[in-house]
């Protein structure tokens, strides 16, 4: 059993967004070709796949399910198979970082200065500290072989 594939779009379409979303998916599903799937796991991808081959509407309502449905697929292998994006980590952790360790940090600050005008400043030292730790996490992730070398996007 193997990974059906995802039906082209429309001549008719002229959204880039539609059309770069449609090719990310497309390099997704190669990926997913070239590794060694479970069958319950390959009937889930070809499950959400076939939502998307079976839908039909305007060229919005087709970037919206298709967004969707990438999306859907993403967050299934990352629960089931440990498998993520390129900087899946450090996407996560970098606004993680600026929640859980800079806003702290600049109330720490800005209290200690007396201006909370400076609250600011542990933004960025908090964005930092996410995108190290995010990175350590996408190495290791590629180390195990759990990452798909298609970057993520933003």
Same mark, same amino acid.
């Given at each position: 059993m193997s990974v059906i594939p995802l039906r082209p779009l429309s001549k008719t379409y002229q959204s880039k967004r539609l059309r770069t979303t449609h090719n990310t998916y497309l390099t997704i599903l190669e990926a997913l070709r070239k590794r060694? *799937?479970? =069958?319950e796991m390959l009937q889930l *991808?070809?499950?959400? =796949?076939?939502?998307f081959n079976n839908f039909s509407g305007t060229e919005k309502e087709e970037w919206r399910e298709l967004s969707k449905s990438k999306a859907r697929l993403l967050k299934l292998l990352e629960k089931k198979l440990k498998i993520v994006q390129k900087n899946?980590?450090?996407m996560l952790w970098m606004v993680l970082g600026m929640s859980v360790f800079g806003m702290p940090l600049? =109330?720490?600050?800005g209290s200690v200065m007396g201006? %909370?005008?400076l609250l600011?400043?542990?933004?960025? *030292?908090? %964005?930092?500290i996410g995108m190290a730790v995010g990175a350590m996490l996408d190495k290791k992730a590629k180390e195990k072989?759990?990452?798909?070398e298609v970057a993520s996007s933003i």
């Open positions: 060694n *799937i479970p =069958v *991808i070809n499950d959400e =796949v076939e939502k899946h980590y450090m600049g =109330v720490v600050y201006n %909370m005008g600011g400043l542990g933004l960025p *030292i908090g %964005m930092c072989g759990n990452q798909l």
